[in-house]
């Protein structure tokens, strides 16, 4: 957890009333324009009450968002038995959740505050960066062994460039959400995956 276990022991309700506060101000007014005085006067608490519970926004911010909110994001791909197909999928249905604007704004305060301390930057590779590139890779590998990309495939680089195109969309409002957007991008993908001209290889279909 984030915050600071100093005095008196926290309200539940005040706790989730500030978190909840947090989100509601982050999604309406981005992290920039966030402080620790609006927060406290959402939630309805002392603003030495959140001070003492909290060292900074960015604090509130990293355990506000990754206590429920983009971590549900995170889902494995299908195992149709085509890893085009799935990645397709799997990609189309993350950009639809995580370029609806209040989750985008969720996902900007949460790498702004990430940006400010080493341990909510940790806490967002362990709870919602991590997470979506094991579940790549692990689809990958079946890839593999399905003789649809080839045995020496970098796998873990290419779940860094699977989430990092995603994250990096997502933060600049680039345009990947349409059909020809992720096509495009397992198309270079794959470019590096799939099998070497002259081996014998399942088709993906």
């Known amino acids: 957890m984030s915050g ?15 978190l909840a506060a947090a989100v509601e101000l982050l999604t309406s007014g981005g992290y920039q324009r966030l402080t620790m005085e609006a927060i406290a006067a959402k939630a309805g608490v002392g603003k030495q009450t959140v001070y003492r519970w909290w060292p900074s926004k960015a604090a509130i911010v990293a355990e506000a968002v990754l206590s429920g909110h983009l971590a549900a994001a995170a889902s494995p791909l299908a195992e149709t038995g085509d890893v085009v197909t799935d990645l397709r ?40 960066t991590g997470p979506f590139r094991q579940y790549v890779v692990r689809r990958l590998a079946i890839g593999v062994q399905q003789g649809q990309l080839r045995p020496d495939a970098r796998l873990d ?34 470019a590096g995956l799939g099998p070497r001209p002259g081996t014998t290889a399942t088709s993906p279909g």
């Not at 276990?5 to 309200?11: A, C, E, H, I, N």
């Not at 609806?100 to 362990?126: F, M, W």
């Not at 969309?169 to 680039?174: E, P």
């Open 157 to 190: 680089a290419a779940a860094d460039f699977v989430i990092g195109a995603l994250i990096y969309r997502t933060l600049t409002h680039g345009n990947l959400s349409g059909q020809g957007g992720v096509d495009d991008l397992i198309e270079v993908l794959l």
């Open 89 to 128: 999928d799997w990609l189309s249905g993350q950009l639809a959740r995580l370029t609806d604007p209040s989750s985008t704004a969720l996902l900007r305060g949460l790498t702004a505050a990430a940006a400010e301390s080493d341990d909510d930057a940790a806490k967002l590779y362990e709870r919602f």
């Open 4 to 18: 600071l276990q100093r005095g008196r022991p926290r309200s539940a309700h005040a706790h989730q009333a500030v």
